[in-house]
């Protein structure tokens, strides 16, 4: 009853704290599209005070997107002795409606029926045919959560992408065979008192995963094309700048700037069936924006009297444009990109097959689709390396049709320069490192400590995890595992660098290398 009271009493306070008006930036409102399913450990196991701050936890995580169709949806799925849908992707397109049902929410308690919950979130994310990335978040203690490997697996085979928290005695084997990579920002184990400490780095890894970062085409003639983006800039923040020629003249560029609160073009006086390419970089003071892409060709001109094209048919049906007729990159990082195309014709289309190379002479890889996708991840590149990639449709005619588009990776990030373990006590080592200091944000910093236990019978280590500020050069660790692994990893404003783990000798005063 007392803990009970204690999660009452704190809900009902940072309830009136969240009531307050919060100011978010434009640029994170309209970032994002995607659907994501909570899915929240409701069971007996979890108590109270910590269901209380996992609700929080959530609303705090989900509080700057803006929701809906064509934005981001919000579901929450809760598991018990059997799974509660609370509300579904489509119950909430406002944020007032959202924090509300969150408060409003009850424990279920009972057993931790993970398996059945995870049926009701596959048909959530899968039945929809929206176009759109698609996340399971799950928040747990981790205890007992049941035999989650198969259904989990079914989810990520589908592109379905699996983050995770758990409190710091979940089961981290579990977990960690359960999220999609990269584990350092996909998998979370906090103590529930520092989960807020997580809230910036996990909605960062959500948006990287959901951003709309793309260039698209959104109507089409014979001599305009109409060009749509997510806004990343307000008015007075900075400003667009556009360039576009055709492929069969790549001498003659046109180049404009555009204010920083555009979000759409239209360029005119363009040729007939013809192919142009088209990019758009954000410039600002504040940070450094990916270079947006895309290629497209215009219509064929039509002949009034006739119906007929003035020049060929260019494949086309009833003058229609065929896939791809647009194609372009977003997502760009140090080692993927993800490629996208339109428009989606299942109907006419046998196979899309997409063939990457870095130019200008790196082998060419093929990646095989069904006609029911219109993008895909290529991953495993070099990083600051420019690739040609090339997407072509078979049509069911048995006509071919290609696209090609250039795309760059972005520079690796920094690595961790140096890191030491010195041993201080039994079970305790003095963490020290060094690392790149332009554009730190801070560190992540990892280990394997080892569980109190009352039985003689030993225990699994669990994990812990702390985020450190950029000024923090080293710190101390206690209670440690034996033969713990310790990583420390730099975060920089575009991401996380490369870290460095070492392991602590068993039952020796010093540490190596891993």
């Given at each position: ?214 260039l698209s085409v959104v109507d089409l003639t014979s001599h305009s094309a109409v060009l749509q983006w997510r806004p990343v800039l307000s008015a007075g923040s900075g400003f667009y700048e556009l360039w576009y020629n055709s492929m069969l003249n790549t001498n003659t560029e046109t180049r404009y700037n555009l204010p920083g609160g555009s979000s759409f073009v239209e360029l005119t006086n363009l040729q007939p069936d013809t192919t142009y390419t088209a ?69 006419r289309v046998q196979r899309y097959t997409v063939e990457y190379g870095a130019i200008p002479s790196g082998r060419v890889k093929t990646v095989t689709l069904s006609s029911q996708q219109n993008s895909t991840l290529l991953t495993g590149l070099e990083p600051g390396t420019q690739y040609l990639v090339t997407v072509s449709a078979l049509h069911v005619n048995g006509k071919e049709r290609a696209m090609s588009v250039k795309a760059c990776t972005q520079k ?103």
């Open positions: 009853m007392k803990s009970f009271l204690l999660g009452c009493v704190f809900l009902l306070a940072m309830l009136q704290r969240s009531n307050m008006q919060i100011t978010v930036p434009a640029t994170v409102l309209n970032c994002c599209e995607g659907d994501i399913v909570i899915l929240l450990d409701s069971s007996g196991s979890v108590a109270n005070y910590e269901f209380s701050r996992l609700l929080l936890f959530a609303a705090e995580l989900f509080r700057p997107f803006s929701l809906g169709r064509g934005h981001v949806r919000v579901s929450l799925l809760q598991v018990g002795t059997m799974p509660n849908l609370e509300f579904g992707l489509d119950a909430h397109n406002k944020q007032e409606s959202l924090q509300k049902a969150l408060w409003s929410v009850t424990q279920l308690q009972g057993d931790t029926n993970t398996e059945a919950a995870l049926k009701v979130a596959e048909q959530l994310l899968t039945e929809t045919k929206t176009d759109v990335p698609k996340i399971l978040l799950w928040l747990t203690d981790g205890v007992q959560p049941g035999d989650v490997d198969e259904p989990m697996s079914r989810l990520k085979a589908q592109g379905v992408s699996v983050l995770a928290v758990s409190t710091v005695h979940g089961n981290y084997r579990v977990l960690q065979r359960a999220v999609t990579p990269p584990l350092e920002s996909h998998l979370y184990s906090v103590d529930i008192d520092n989960i807020d400490i997580i809230t910036q780095d996990i909605r960062e890894a959500i948006i990287k995963i959901i951003r709309a970062e793309r990019s758009l970089r954000p410039e600002s003071n504040e940070r450094l924006f990916n270079t947006l892409s895309v290629i497209f060709t215009t219509l064929p001109e039509i002949n009034n009297k006739t119906g007929e094209p003035v020049i060929q048919q260019a494949e086309s049906m009833s003058g229609d444009v065929l896939s791809p007729a647009a194609v372009s990159v977003s997502d760009s990082g140090p080692h993927q990109i993800r490629v996208s195309w339109s428009p989606l014709q299942p109907a690796a990030l920094p690595v961790l320069a140096d890191l030491q373990l010195t041993p201080v006590e039994h079970q305790e080592v003095q963490v020290a490192w060094r690392a790149n200091e332009e554009g730190l944000k801070g560190y992540w910093l990892s280990w394997e400590r080892e569980n109190s236990h009352s039985s003689s019978k030993p225990s699994k280590p669990s994990m812990s995890s702390v985020y450190l500020p950029p000024t923090s050069r080293s710190t101390r660790l206690t209670h440690l595992a034996q033969s713990s692994r310790v990583c420390v990893s730099p975060v920089y404003s575009s991401g996380r660098g490369e870290g460095i783990c070492c392991t602590t000798e068993k039952q020796k005063d010093s540490s190596q290398r891993g």
